[in-house]
């Protein structure tokens, strides 16, 4: 991938690979079992710089280019969905909403301890009336002065207990539509205080929280276990206008640009799962044997594990190059779409496949690729699911179809 990567990136992956194997590797399995957020390694995390990768160094964080982020998401997935969307979406989610629809105020108070990680963010969008359709958003903000008075509730919000910085989501206008809706930052206390400390992480306290913020029950998920999912609720939240982000109303075009740069994360994300299922089904099957042959010299063993290297390099490519165009500024929710569904749907079938060719062994906890297949089917619903990303797809081809007329 030398037409992507130059000698940084390569670096840059060495350095995960070697922090995965030696933080992750150790603790992932027993992490999943119990359902219980990393703190430790979220630490180790921000300590490498992992969290602000492409936060300017002017605002606490590593002032890398966009592919580097992509590149430490792929390669903690590669080992650990739940270590990997950890970063993805507190830095994509959480931190970049603020960085680049914020006011300077803004920024400079929140994102530097969100890029040092001494913090964790997200971003609060989902509700129970308005998944693939955001649009239709019921959390109500009514202006009193100065300030707006929030209502409602968000769903499957990732470092919703965890977490203390968050962009939300609400209606302002709701004659308007989706012209009619705006973000606004909240906070809130972390729900593990004791964890926090104990780690050395610190917190917003000092800057005060935001009154009515909550989190609600931690979900019990099928994958991403060690990753903090519940719902985020908000009542009677006071927020001051001073944590408006960006024109009152520009709220849904903001997310939907939001949505296309997390989609491209959840992409590498994908990818990195569907490479680590592979990693383990030719280390098993060159090391087992059956028939006095080892499993990976029957040809339609073979046939399997190549098929899927193919599309890892294809998905590569798609994700690389909506990183690219990301980077340069040119239009990308196409590209980002096309990646999203493509690596998410590989790496469901790449989980499957490693699975199958272990047998057994696949199917039990002492290898990991019984945890990626269950982390990898949300890859296929979060960010948008797949048929929201052909829908993405589908009209951006119409509208090429029409300009060349």
Same mark, same amino acid.
């Given at each position: 991938m030398d037409l992507y990567l130059n000698d940084h990136h390569r670096a840059l992956v060495k350095r995960v690979r070697s922090f995965?194997?030696?933080?992750?590797?150790?603790?992932?399995?027993?992490?999943?079992?119990?359902?219980?957020?990393? @703190?430790?390694?979220?630490?180790?995390?921000?300590?490498?710089?992992?969290?602000?990768?492409? #936060?300017?160094?002017?605002?606490?964080?590593?002032g890398m280019d966009g592919l580097s982020y992509l590149l430490v998401v792929q390669n903690l997935a590669r080992y650990d969905a739940s270590h990997a969307i950890t970063v993805s979406a507190h830095t994509t989610l959480g931190t970049t909403p603020i960085l680049r629809f914020g006011t300077d105020a803004q920024r400079k108070r929140f994102v530097p301890?969100?890029?040092?990680?001494?913090? +964790?963010?997200?971003?609060? +969008?989902?509700?129970?009336?308005?998944?693939?359709?955001?649009?239709?958003?019921r959390t109500r903000a009514i202006r009193e002065g100065e300030s707006w008075r929030i209502?409602?509730?968000? #769903?499957?919000?990732?470092?919703?207990?965890?977490?203390?910085?968050?962009?939300?989501?609400?209606?302002?206008?709701p004659e308007r539509g989706s012209k009619g809706i705006t973000n606004f930052i909240v906070t809130k206390p972390t729900t593990e205080p004791e964890?926090?400390?104990?780690?050395?992480? =610190?917190?917003?306290?000092?800057?005060?929280?935001?009154? =009515?913020?909550?989190?609600?029950?931690?979900?019990?998920?099928? =994958? @991403?276990?060690?990753?903090?999912?519940?719902?985020?609720? +908000?009542?009677?939240?006071?927020?001051?206008?001073?944590?408006?982000?960006?024109?009152?109303?520009?709220g849904f075009v903001n997310f939907m640009k939001t949505l296309d740069s997390g989609r491209v994360g959840i992409a590498a994300l994908s990818l990195g799962i569907a490479e680590g299922a592979v990693d383990?089904?030719?280390?098993?099957?060159?090391?087992?044997?059956?028939?006095?042959?080892?499993?990976?010299?029957?040809?339609?063993?073979?046939?399997?594990?190549?098929?899927?290297?193919?599309? #890892?390099q294809a998905a590569r490519h798609l994700t690389y190059h909506a990183a690219w165009l990301m980077e340069q500024g040119r239009p990308f929710s196409k590209e980002a779409a096309m990646a999203k569904l493509f690596a998410s749907?590989?790496?469901?079938?790449?989980t499957i496949q490693?699975?199958?060719?272990?047998?057994?062994?696949?199917?039990?906890?002492?290898?990991?690729?019984?945890?990626?297949?269950?982390?990898?089917?949300?890859?296929? #619903?979060?960010?948008?699911?797949?048929e929201v990303?052909?829908?993405?797809?589908?009209?951006?081809l119409v509208r090429e179809a029409a300009e060349l007329m």
């Open positions: 995965a194997e030696d933080a992750i590797v150790p603790v992932a399995r027993d992490l999943d079992h119990t359902s219980t957020f990393p @703190w430790e390694n979220v630490r180790a995390m921000g300590e490498e710089g992992f969290l602000g990768i492409p #936060i300017p160094k002017e605002l606490g964080g590593q301890p969100l890029a040092r990680g001494e913090v +964790l963010g997200g971003f609060g +969008l989902t509700e129970p009336d308005a998944g693939s359709d955001a649009s239709r958003s209502n409602g509730s968000k #769903i499957f919000i990732t470092h919703a207990g965890v977490g203390e910085v968050f962009t939300v989501t609400a209606v302002t206008d964890r926090v400390r104990e780690v050395g992480m =610190g917190s917003i306290e000092s800057e005060g929280y935001t009154e =009515g913020v909550r989190a609600g029950k931690k979900e019990d998920k099928m =994958g @991403w276990r060690a990753s903090d999912t519940r719902e985020l609720l +908000l009542e009677d939240a006071l927020v001051s206008d001073e944590n408006r982000v960006g024109e009152e109303g520009r383990a089904a030719l280390e098993y099957t060159n090391k087992r044997k059956q028939f006095g042959r080892k499993i990976f010299d029957f040809q339609p063993v073979q046939f399997r594990i190549a098929d899927l290297a193919t599309e #890892i749907e590989l790496c469901m079938k790449a490693a699975v199958q060719v272990m047998g057994g062994a696949g199917y039990t906890d002492e290898y990991p690729v019984e945890r990626m297949l269950r982390d990898a089917k949300v890859c296929e #619903i979060g960010e948008g699911t797949s990303q052909k829908m993405v797809i589908a009209r951006h």
